[in-house]
Structures are given as structure tokens and as C-alpha cells.
């Protein structure tokens, strides 16, 4: 091989190499775009669906909605129309469900610890193995489980006061607990 040919041969190698840098680049541009844009779209959808549950004197209409295994952690959505919404498997670690209309919701499986449904319609909501347990109490402080299904729920770690119970009497009148009057759910 000659001096030639051998500058010859390293040119034809760094273009090679500087043509798949550029195609290595690109494809990671490509790669980053693909994880990063259902990202943003979905912190987007969350923004948004946090801003218009915390407009001031309106209550967002989310009836109906499939919203399953959505991730509405610390979301306000107080006074929200959620009857039946399909929320099982969600996560609503702190979210703000206070006077909230989850008549006919299904829950099943849903992360609601931490959660404050104080005031909140439960009326035949399914919370069927509902996740209220966590280091802080679920408040249910005047809710309205008549009818609900707490199968596989775990109640410990919940606070009841004026709380309609599924079997439709009072938590006050059981020492603030719905527990052993979950029957007719």
C-alpha cells in the first residue's frame, strides 16, 4: 500500500464515520422524540385537566369518562362530576375529591390513599380492593357509601365522621366506623 493509498483508505474512513455519526445522531434525536412527546402530551392532558378542575366556582364534568389507570395523583377535583367514571386502577394518591359525585364509579383497584373524599357521593361506587391504606388517613368525614362495594378494601387506615355507610346507617352511630357495616354492598 502506498502513502496514497493509504490517505486515501483514512478518508474514506472518517467519512464513513462521520456519515454514521450523523445517522447515529439522528436516530437518537428520533428515539429521544418518540419517549419524550407521550411524556410531555401527557403531563399536558394532566395540566390541563388540573386546571380546568380548579377553575374557581365550576366543577369539571368528567361523567362517564374512561379515565383507567390514570395517574391523578394530588389532582383537585373537588366538587367534579365523576358519575360513573371508569377510574379503576387510578392512581389518586392526594387528590382532592371533596364533595365530589362519584355516584356508580368504579374504583376497583384505585390508589386512594391519602385521598379526601369528605363530602364526596359514593352511592353504589365500586371500590372493590381500593388501596386507603398509607401512612396518612383517607378522609370520608360526611361521604356517602350506601351501596357501595368494599370488597377487599382495606379500611384501617380510614377517618369516618357523619360517614353514610354502605349499609346506609351512620359511622357516628358505631364509633366513627363503617366497619361490620358493609353489608348490601
Not at 401527557?42 to 380546568?52: D, F, G, M, P
Not at 376497583?108 to 373524599?117: D, H, V
Not at 370520608?140 to 379500611?155: I, Q, Y
Not at 360517614?163 to 358505631?174: G, L, V, Y
Request: charged residues 15%; hydrophobic residues 40%; contains cysteine.
Amino acid at each position: 500500500m502506498t502513502v496514497l493509498d493509504a490517505r486515501a483508505e483514512t478518508n474514506r474512513v472518517r467519512r464513513w464515520i462521520g456519515t454514521h455519526k450523523l445517522i447515529t445522531v439522528a436516530l437518537l434525536v428520533v428515539l429521544a422524540a418518540l419517549i419524550v412527546t407521550p411524556i410531555l402530551v401527557i403531563h399536558s392532558q394532566r395540566v390541563a385537566l388540573e386546571r380546568a378542575c380548579s377553575r374557581r366556582g365550576q366543577a369539571v364534568d368528567l361523567s362517564g369518562c374512561s379515565l383507567i389507570g390514570a395517574d391523578l395523583t394530588a389532582a383537585k377535583l373537588t366538587h367534579a362530576n365523576l358519575t360513573h367514571a371508569d377510574l379503576a386502577a387510578a392512581d389518586l394518591t392526594a387528590t382532592d375529591l371533596g364533595n365530589a359525585n362519584l355516584s356508580g364509579a368504579n374504583l376497583a383497584g384505585a390508589n386512594l390513599t391519602r385521598a379526601n373524599l369528605s363530602g364526596a357521593n359514593l352511592t353504589g361506587a365500586d371500590l372493590n380492593g381500593a388501596d386507603l391504606s398509607g401512612d396518612y388517613y383517607t378522609d370520608l368525614t360526611g361521604a356517602n357509601l350506601t351501596g357501595a362495594n368494599l370488597t377487599g378494601t382495606d379500611l384501617k387506615r380510614v377517618y369516618y365522621a357523619g360517614t353514610t355507610c354502605p349499609d346506609a346507617t351512620n359511622s357516628d352511630d358505631h364509633g366513627l366506623t363503617c366497619s361490620g357495616h358493609v353489608g348490601g354492598a
